[in-house]
């Protein structure tokens, strides 16, 4: 059949305007795909905790020298700071905060490190020739002075020189104290021992001294069992909550847990995201001075 002038100029503008609306649609298509995703061709970037808090709890790794972390205690996500430079490089160190804002202090081996909390650069504190022998870390606002633990020795260090001040306790009858942190307030230091796989009933407890006492009067006592043996343990004294948080659980090494520093019962609350989440840990109060405890 064949059809007339009129009848092919009418179907050809016809099929001419159906290219047309396709065509626009793959256009609107494109554009709208192109828009949605990510122009450079790159994947896209952990933007980790945004801006680097003032008050929080702060994680330093055991054996990273890079190892600086926020850690949100809702998640137990930690997020390295910066350039996270902390100079540990020993496995079991310590962590300490003095005020918001101001350098963290760190241990590693005989040394002290004065901390950039935005985790650009770690510096030694004075000469660490012949001063003790630190893993844990808790710093004292009343008294201004660092709580220092090690291998059954607790000592006192000047934060400003380095200085060891004074051995008040020593082995062979004391638990190896890892773990430090501080209750200002109520002036109770906290502690966690290495325990001991080949005796799993041996160093679980939470303990805790009086530091309101003479230094000759003092005497770590057992709060309660955690549950679990630790090793290169972090400790923390969040005061608004009246808790303490910890890392370092033998067997569990990457989570963040918290404590009742009354009964010594300790919760999971997650895992890090990293390796090893076992070091030194602070919490930085945004209180006053009288109002830090770490």
Not at 55 to 77: I, K, R
Not at 80 to 96: F, P
Not at 130 to 157: C, M, V, W
Request: net charge negative; with cysteine.
């Amino acid at each position: 059949m064949q059809m007339n002038k009129t009848s092919l100029f009418y179907g050809n503008k016809l099929h001419s305007k159906i290219i047309g609306y396709a065509l626009l649609i793959v256009v609107f298509a494109t554009l709208a795909i192109s828009c949605s995703s990510n122009t450079t061709g790159e994947e896209p970037e952990d933007e980790g905790p945004g801006e680097i808090p003032e008050s929080g709890l702060f994680l330093s790794v055991g054996g990273d020298t890079n190892g600086l972390h926020v850690v949100d205690t809702e998640t137990a996500e930690a997020f390295r700071v910066g350039d996270g430079k902390t100079g540990a490089e020993e496995v079991s160190v310590g962590l300490a905060a003095v005020r918001a804002g101001e350098p963290l202090i760190g241990s590693n081996r005989f040394a002290l490190h004065r901390i950039a909390p935005d985790g650009s650069s770690a510096s030694v504190i004075g000469d660490p020739s012949g001063q003790a022998f630190t893993e844990g870390l808790a710093y004292d606002p009343e008294d201004k002075i660092l709580y220092a633990s090690s291998n059954g020795f607790l000592h006192i260090r000047n934060p400003n020189t380095g200085e060891t001040i004074e051995t008040v306790l020593s082995p062979p009858n004391q638990p190896d104290i890892e773990g430090l942190a501080l209750d200002a307030r109520n002036r109770i230091l906290y502690g966690l021992a290495r325990g001991s796989e080949s005796q799993p009933q041996f160093r679980r407890e939470l303990y805790a001294l009086d530091v309101s006492q003479p230094s000759n009067q003092w005497v770590w006592e057992s709060i309660g069992d955690t549950g679990g043996l630790w090793a290169g343990a972090g400790l923390a004294f969040n005061g608004s909550e009246n808790m303490l948080y910890a890392t370092g659980r033998m067997g569990d090494s990457s989570a963040l847990y918290r404590i009742d520093p009354e009964t010594g019962e300790t919760t999971r609350l997650g895992d890090t995201g990293l390796a090893s989440a076992a070091g030194g840990l602070a919490w930085v109060s945004a209180g006053s001075a009288k109002d830090f405890t770490f």
